[in-house]
């Protein structure tokens, strides 16, 4: 018997319209839990490095993580794995809503797609009957209208749509997948586009097998309460009219620099009053007592749900107010636009327009006023219209594409990849570490158990550190000796970033929401879900034998999974620094060392790639083979032991 | 008939549309409750209450099953509330023909809210419980009523509809059969 699982995948291959359900191993699960972890296995056996994103063999995997399903409160979220033409490396992107725990009841853990549509279509689960449908009259239509219009075709008011909008179709690099209240970013849509797939319906009514299931309930019941109180979970942010944090302490423009003084109480009235005349429900997702996505009705704009710092994006790149964001939200959206990386790519478009770069020839009829120009570039950019052609790709390539200096103004990406304008002082030791070899592209992806900022009274301080029951106690030894303007050892700096790390990586294995886990220990310190108590929810849904130091391990695990993806795609130590300017003040003697310092501790070689005996010591002995095998690894390289798995089977 | 007349408690669910989040955490809880053995799974599909949603005119509505019926309603009305659309089907807690609302899945027998009776008696139905935002309250109130209502179990409700549909001979035939072959 499977538990908490549903022990099938749905393979779909979309050139020959084949539907197939594959049963899984379940050793699988044991190694990997779930999620990302057995995405990624998949795209290890199944998309060789020479496979380029928008070739037919690339894999685009919906998962669903391991506690989907269970009454775990807020374990809901769904994964989306493939290759990035951005970056050609993985890409990763994850949402939340109801689409995830609606799969598992119909009977699915996953949906593996692969090949490519002749035409547009869209994919409807019901339980057992799975049919790919001509999806020609949903061209052009937005990502939520298209789930709406799905739902009244099919007269399944019940079944949970994610869908693409124009920019995914046209295949921007920017498209989101969108769901519901919620949105997969990074870029994932440009492959569910480039796949011809509009759409995916899917409605079901079969139970899912729990291991111990009244005892798990018991706990989940405790636990829904603990989160509905606990006031440092979910997002704090949006929820809060102060926007001082984020306009005072992240970049405006193209990532340029901050603008000083902004924020004061009338500015705060004032936009306070805007989000209660739009605003019109906080909604959660799926058995979640939080309720961190806000229902927005703007007026003449298609109804959309707002989430997370996308709040200001648009509005900090444009130098605008509140209201404007509101607006083009109100567009983007639809379109199935990221909040975070599309804002930067008009910012910068702008700036090119006004340094000469890009001219009146470029864009014939571009409006003078800013809030117009960002509207204006929006519409090119969803059609990949004149210079939208360029823009589309996103600002590294862009930039490339354009040239004539414009490669001087991309300066905030990373591995070719745009991340969150921030323009700080003084470096930040874990947080080098963070950025240069985070493989999930963004930083708040990676960062979130350890704390940004040390507390300065020391009272304080050991208070925090007696209630910290999600931290392991090196780390409250370290946050203890921890004041203000220092700078932590570079054994801390490695340790948090392991343990930021981890977290994420079980959290994306298992789908438990990161506001209620590994972004939320940062704030606070208590976070509902931590590596001490999510090993018991695991094992009650699951039937297997988990600890602390066996979740660390599976974590550990993914982690170097996830890391040979793209060490195969040609990742490489000369790739792992962050954004230029990030850092006004660099140390590049210590740089290095901390970057020496981080493989070593997670048994790299000097150039980020895991070593023989790293992989084998963690069941990868078929990647380190494969690394043999093509010369990425040496066979002296790692000591590796006659004594390790990958010899056993030869002897 | 004054000596008839009885002190009956009537529970009630109130509904605050504008509180409920869309969490859908009643579901969860209802259909916990109600798995035999008792929180063995959950299951939305198996719930005796349903949040309605039509996310983009904000519509939330959380309904309780209701009784079965074997045939639809004619009477299809538009409520606008707000500035909200809400079709009767909205509010109606009904299982009929026109829906897969409050059907079992494998089955397709009826399901009614049975408000969470349970030995010992639960404080509030599991739904009111779970439910954080205070969409939905529990109220009772007494009622005088002239008889007690004879309480048709789960059982005698799902014969009925399948009664309904067969008829009762042929429910008596393919009963008698089953025991047969049992003992046989």
């Not at chain 1, 959309?304 to 209201?323: I, N, R, V, W």
């Amino acid at each position: 018997m499977r538990y908490a699982e549903t022990g099938f995948n749905l393979e779909i291959d979309l050139t020959r319209g084949n539907i197939e359900r594959v049963e899984t191993d379940p050793r699988l699960t044991e190694l990997h839990l779930g999620g990302q972890g057995t995405a990624g296995k998949i795209l290890w056996d199944r998309v060789p490095p020479e496979v380029e994103p928008f070739s037919p063999n690339n894999l685009l995997i919906f998962s669903t993580g391991l506690l989907l399903s269970t009454p775990v409160p807020g374990a809901n979220r769904s994964v989306v794995d493939t290759f990035s033409p951005q970056t050609n490396f993985y890409s990763h992107s994850l949402f939340g809503g109801f689409f995830g725990p609606e799969l598992k009841h119909a009977g699915y853990d996953k949906i593996v797609i692969r090949g490519k549509s002749p035409s547009l279509v869209y994919l409807w689960i019901n339980n057992d009957k799975v049919e790919i449908r001509d999806a020609g009259h949903l061209q052009g239509k937005g990502a939520l209208e298209t789930g709406a219009l799905i739902q009244e075709e099919l007269k399944e008011e019940k079944a949970q749509v994610a869908a693409i909008g124009l920019a995914g179709e046209n295949r921007v690099y920017m498209a989101t997948i969108e769901h519901s209240n919620s949105s997969a970013s990074r870029g994932v849509g440009v492959i569910m586009g480039d796949k011809r797939l509009k759409a995916i319906a899917v409605r079901g009514t079969k139970d899912i097998n729990i291991a111990r299931p009244a005892e798990l309930f018991e706990i989940c019941n405790r636990q829904y309460q603990e989160i509905y109180d606990n006031p440092y979970c979910g997002d704090i942010f949006l929820h809060e009219d102060d926007e001082s944090w984020h306009v005072d302490n992240f970049a405006w423009g193209n990532a340029r620099g901050r603008v000083k003084g902004y924020w004061n109480k009338e500015r705060e009235d004032k936009w306070a009053g805007i989000t209660r005349k739009v605003g019109v429900r906080w909604t959660s997702c799926y058995n979640c007592p939080k309720d961190c996505h806000l229902g927005i009705s703007y007026p003449k704009r298609h109804k959309y749900f707002m989430k997370c710092y996308s709040k200001l994006t648009y509005a900090m790149a444009a130098y605008q107010e509140l209201d404007f964001n509101y607006d083009i939200l109100g567009v983007t959206q639809e379109y199935g636009l990221d909040g975070f990386s599309t804002p930067q790519v008009l910012a910068f478009a702008i700036e090119l327009y006004e340094a000469g770069i890009l001219t009146d020839k470029d864009l014939p009829g571009f409006p003078s006023d800013t809030a117009e120009r960002f509207f204006w570039l929006v519409e090119r950019i969803v059609r990949r219209e004149g210079i939208g052609d360029a823009l589309a790709n996103g600002v590294y390539w862009a930039a490339r594409q354009i040239g004539k200096g414009a490669e001087e103004f991309d300066h905030n990406t990373m591995k070719k990849f745009e991340q969150v304008p921030l323009k700080l002082g003084m470096i930040n030791y874990p947080y080098f570490l963070m950025y240069a070899t985070g493989e999930k592209m963004n930083i708040t992806q990676i960062e979130g158990s350890y704390p940004q900022v040390p507390i300065a009274d020391k009272e304080e301080r050991e208070e925090f550190v007696k209630n910290w029951d999600a931290a392991p106690d090196r780390f409250k030894k370290w946050f203890l000796e921890w004041e203000p303007r220092q700078h932590q050892s570079i054994e801390a700096a490695v340790n948090i970033c392991d343990w930021n790390e981890t977290m994420h990586y079980i959290d994306d294995a298992i789908g438990t929401c990161a506001f209620l886990s590994s972004f939320r220990g940062q704030f606070g310190g208590r976070p509902p879900y931590h590596i001490y108590n999510l090993p018991n929810f695991v094992s009650l849904a699951t039937g297997m034998d988990l600890d602390t130091d066996g979740l660390w391990e599976i974590a550990r695990r993914n982690r170097n999974l996830i890391r040979a993806l793209n060490v195969r795609r040609g990742l490489r130590r000369s790739d792992e620094k962050p954004p230029a300017d990030h850092w006004k003040k660099r140390d590049p003697e210590m740089e290095t060392k901390l970057l020496d310092a981080y493989y070593e501790f997670r048994g790299w070689n000097n150039e980020g790639i895991p070593t023989k005996e790293t992989l084998d010591k963690l069941g990868l002995d078929y990647v380190s083979k494969d690394f043999v095998q093509r010369g990425i690894l040496t066979d002296n390289e790692g000591t590796p032991s006659k004594e390790t798995s990958a010899e056993k089977g030869k002897n | 008939m004054k000596g008839g007349l009885k002190k009956k408690i009537v529970k009630e669910i109130k509904v605050d549309l504008d509180k409920c989040s869309g969490c859908r955490a009643c579901e969860i809880a209802c259909s916990a409750f109600h798995a035999r053995p008792k929180y063995s799974s959950i299951n939305p599909a198996r719930a005796r209450i349903r949040v309605i949603k039509d996310e983009l005119n904000d519509v939330y509505v959380p309904i309780r099953a209701g009784d079965y019926t074997p045939a639809e309603c004619n009477g299809r009305h538009v409520y606008t509330i707000n500035e909200k659309e809400y079709t009767e089907c909205s509010f109606c807690g009904v299982s009929c023909p026109a829906r897969d609302y409050f059907k079992e899945p494998d089955s397709g027998l009826p399901l009614k809210c049975d408000m969470c009776e349970d030995d010992p008696p639960l404080s509030e139905p599991l739904c009111v419980q779970v439910c954080r935002p205070d969409a939905l309250t529990y109220v009772e109130r007494e009622e005088e009523v002239g008889e007690e209502e004879v309480k048709r179990g789960e059982m005698e409700i799902g014969l009925e509809s399948l009664a309904n549909k067969y008829g009762l001979q042929k429910i008596m035939d393919t009963v008698a059969r089953m025991s047969m072959s049992k003992k046989g």
